[in-house]
């Protein structure tokens, strides 16, 4: 018995260390960028005069992320399959996200619920 729970408490530890350093619903305030052009290019990798390459990377299925004021927040889940459709039309546009963030190594990712332009 002894033994049993020892395994248990091993498997918990190992599972807990797995998981990401928290997970919460949240709502966040942003841009739709292309996650790779706004980390490299900063303000050149955002906004209008970018949003054409913006397209074109999201159409071709790379990451894609909502810019806030301080962060940036990789779509994972059913917004980021096939390519991103579901993303396709926010595009370089502002706007409200509510989904499960999670963050790992540094890496911050929202799970999407629901998405609308902001005002």
């Known amino acids: 018995m002894h033994h049993l729970i020892s395994v248990m408490a091993g498997a918990a530890m190992v599972v807990s260390l797995a998981m990401p350093a928290f997970a919460a619903d949240m709502t966040v305030k942003g841009e739709v960028v292309d996650v790779a052009c706004s980390t490299e290019k900063k303000d050149a990798g ?12 999201a159409k071709s ?14 779509v994972t ?4 399959s096939n390519k991103n459709a579901k993303l396709l039309d926010f ?4 706007v409200i996200v509510t989904g499960t963030v999670t963050e790992k190594d540094g890496v911050k990712s929202i799970n999407v619920k629901s998405i609308k332009i902001a005002n």
């Open 77 to 80: 889940g059913d917004y980021a």
């Open 91 to 94: 595009v370089a546009k502002n």
């Open 46 to 57: 955002k906004g209008a005069a970018h949003a054409s390459c913006a397209m074109s990377c």
């Open 61 to 74: 299925g790379q990451p894609v992320g909502i810019l806030t004021a301080d962060s940036i927040y990789t």
